[in-house]
């Protein structure tokens, strides 16, 4: 907020409703691994969830992001570690493992991933091919942790249950002396890495000589983590974190941060100091220098511009709205709060029609390639049907998911998502430039005009479709006029068809809406920006 604060303040908390396992910065992104097999990514400068990574189906134990940002890799008890892209959100490769996998790591040269598991092995496997080249076996225990060299991406560096860490070559040889500790990680230059139990020690990578010691009384240390420029090393013991300057002649005790009220599983630098506990929160703390504009954004951390969204969906029974974008990524919101709540990689790729829904839990997804309507569902990752359609200006998958409705010029054709056939044709009293967004809901759909909707209910199959009247039951008597500047003259609004007044309008950068979807309540909105807009009309227009 600009506001000034000490150094060590707690200056956001976010709860999460879950236990995170795991989290892991690349500047001001944040990756939280949660017990139910979900990843959430936050903006550090904000707060804000940005997107949900679902793929996992138990707890994410370990996060890790590339050295350029690029990617983040997961290691997870259902036995498998998995390599995102973060542009996407999408799954790039998962990699099987035959036990629980509790550690993760991608070299810099985003070459290899080393991964770290249950039975006391580290695995190396190629990011290209996605094929194991290597299996690493010295310890006797589970690998709590492994860590490429973030400067060489010939060695690394693991810690096991069996209080041992370890030095090794990408070959698989040991390099060094063995040396004693739970858990294990590099300093940002590579020069150094501190391995913990009860007592934290910073040691010289080449010579393995302990530089330092950090030691919290009577307390085992659970996890540690150093600051982007080095000089400052962080702990966590229970639910006190504990930070010291380790710079110079004298490393000493800087500052203790007391918030949460049960154990921290994790810590990470980004612009703050992030704590992750088993409170079901994430802790964001001051660090740093207070400024007079001290929230700052350079290009470098700033997150990549989002895809332009191409169709929206809204699922007011289930509290969602659906976004895709021209990378095919879908995802759901949750319409109170706006936060992601999941992002699916699609194949549905470009500027053409297409429209998702989420049909128990799972996602259908329809779209025009060259005269072709496709469906595909993210369960079987692959295509259910093609189906012939040509000169198509709209295309929609009915509320419960039976039907696909599209238009074509001033006829609309339903046809089944069971059986592939035609269910019905209705032809339109409108047809031409003037004609805009198709509205589903349930069984019905409703085309909207610059002045009036016009709507049919398709009912089921082997039954005639009956006429709608041009409003929405929620309000019958407000219409949304979808506008273009350049078809209207003006933007997009709220029509109250008693008075013949408008009562709202979408201005500005807001004016023109790449989608449109409106049940009489709810208005969700996509645009070009990659950003989505929801607006719930029983807060804004008095009844």
């Known amino acids: 907020m600009g506001l000034s604060a000490e150094w060590g303040t707690c200056s956001r908390m976010v709860p999460l409703g879950v236990i995170p396992y795991s989290a892991a910065c690349w500047k001001d992104t944040i990756a939280i691994g949660l017990n139910g097999g979900n990843i959430i990514i936050l903006n550090a400068i904000t707060g804000s969830q940005v997107a949900v990574l679902s793929g996992h189906n138990s707890s994410v134990g370990s996060t890790a992001f590339s050295l350029d940002g690029t990617f983040l890799a997961s290691a997870s008890d259902d036995k498998t570690a998995k390599l995102w892209d973060i542009q996407t959100g999408g799954v790039i490769k998962t990699y099987d493992h035959t036990s629980q996998v509790y550690s993760v790591s991608i070299s810099p040269d985003n070459a290899t991933l080393a ?3 249950q039975n006391g092995s580290i695995h190396l496997w190629s990011v290209g091919t996605g094929m194991c080249v290597r299996v690493i076996s010295g310890h006797k225990h589970w690998v709590n942790s492994v860590s490429f060299s973030p400067t060489n991406s010939q060695y690394l560096i693991s810690a096991s249950e069996d209080h041992t860490v370890k030095q090794w070559g990408i070959h698989g040889s040991q390099i060094g002396s063995t040396h004693e500790g739970d858990s294990v990680a590099f300093s940002p230059d590579g020069t150094h890495f501190v391995s913990w139990r009860y007592i934290a020690r910073i040691q010289d990578f080449e010579s393995g000589a302990v530089v330092t010691e950090c030691q919290v009384p009577g307390r085992k240390i ?5 600051s982007p420029s080095g000089e400052l090393m962080a702990a966590s013991a229970g639910s006190t974190i504990y930070v010291w300057n380790i710079t110079g002649s004298d490393p000493h005790l800087f500052k203790i941060l007391v918030g949460h009220h049960v154990e921290i599983h994790t810590l990470a630098f980004s612009s703050s100091l992030i704590s992750v506990s088993r409170d079901r929160s994430v802790k964001f703390w001051q660090i740093g ?5 001290p929230v700052t954004v350079t290009t470098m951390s700033t997150p990549p511009t989002p895809a332009s969204i191409v169709s ?5 029974r289930n509290g969602i709205a659906l976004s895709s974008d021209l990378d095919g990524v879908v995802k759901t919101w949750d319409i109170l709060t706006g936060l992601c709540k999941a992002s699916f990689q699609t194949p549905a790729r470009g500027n053409t029609y297409r429209d998702a829904q989420l049909i128990e839990d799972r996602l259908i997804l329809v779209w025009l390639v060259e005269e072709k309507i496709y469906i595909w569902d993210n369960e079987t990752d692959s295509c259910l049907k093609a189906v012939d359609a040509s000169e198509v200006d709209g295309l929609r998958i009915s509320g419960d998911g039976s039907m696909v409705f599209y238009q074509a010029g001033k006829y609309i054709q339903s046809w089944s998502m069971q059986t592939w056939e035609t269910v019905a044709t209705v032809e339109l009293k409108h047809s031409g430039w003037d004609l805009d967004p198709l509205y589903a809901d349930g069984s ?5 005009f610059k ?6 209910d398709f009912g089921t199959p082997g039954s005639s479709p009956t006429p709608l009247p041009n409003t929405f039951p929620d309000r019958p008597h407000l219409n949304f006029i979808y506008g273009t500047l350049w078809a209207t003259g003006g933007p997009s609004k709220i029509k109250d068809t008693v008075t013949r007044k408008d009562v709202f309008q979408l201005a500005g950068k807001y004016a023109e809406p790449r ?6 309540r709810y208005l969700v909105a996509g645009y070009s920006s990659g950003e ?6 029983d807060q804004m227009v008095p009844q």
Do not use: H
């Open 515 to 520: 989608d449109v979807q409106w049940d009489g």
């Open 451 to 456: 002045d009036l909707n016009e709507g049919w």
């Open 289 to 293: 220098t207070p400024s007079a504009n």
């Open 444 to 448: 019905r759909i409703w085309v909207c």
């Open 532 to 537: 989505v807009l929801i607006l719930d009309f």
């Open 312 to 316: 929206v969906s809204l699922q007011a």
């Open 222 to 226: 659970e996890c540690c983590c150093f």
């Open 115 to 117: 991964s770290g598991c």
